[in-house]
């Protein structure tokens, strides 16, 4: 059977232009645990994300989902173990930090205000809700 070959680069770039180009529901994808999806849920109900944002939340809710695990791994044992170079921070708990951090980059990336409506706004700009003028 004689079959064009394709390249990786044509076929990730059907592969996302077909994903991006569909306008997609905005019910949770079935890949994310419960956290995943409260954190999609939420986040979708909310704010209006275009597609590219869509790919960063799933990034957000896939970490979410990795800290839930990330606990559960460390639950009911120490923090501290013991190994062969002596006591050191159970591994998951390093990790769990290093996800914490991406998933706050993560979200930010996505620039959504978050806390009290009250509370000071984040000096950035172009931060979801803000209005742009076009009087100068």
Same mark, same amino acid.
């Given at each position: ?9 044509q ?15 905005t ?40 800290l ?9 044992? &120490? %923090?501290? !173990? ?5 006591s ?8 769990? @930090?290093?996800? /914490? #951090? ?6 930010? &990336? %996505?620039? !959504? ?7 000071q ?6 931060? @979801?809700?803000? /209005? #742009?003028?076009?009087?100068?």
């Amino acid at each position: 059977m004689n079959r064009p070959l394709v390249s990786h680069t044509q076929c990730f770039t059907y592969i996302w232009s077909d994903i991006l180009s569909t306008k997609r529901a905005t019910r949770a994808p079935k890949e994310l645990n419960d956290t995943g999806k409260k954190l999609w849920n939420r986040v979708l109900r909310d704010f209006e994300l275009a597609d590219h944002e869509e790919l960063v939340l799933l990034q957000a809710c896939r970490i979410a989902d990795n800290l839930d695990r990330l606990q559960l791994e460390m639950t009911g044992t &120490s %923090l501290v !173990i013991d190994s062969s170079q002596g006591s050191r921070i159970h591994p998951a708990l390093v990790e769990a @930090r290093q996800q /914490s #951090l991406a998933l706050a980059k993560v979200m930010a &990336s %996505l620039r !959504i205000p978050f806390g009290d409506e009250d509370a000071q706004p984040q000096k950035r700009s172009g931060v @979801r809700g803000a /209005s #742009l003028s076009s009087e100068r």
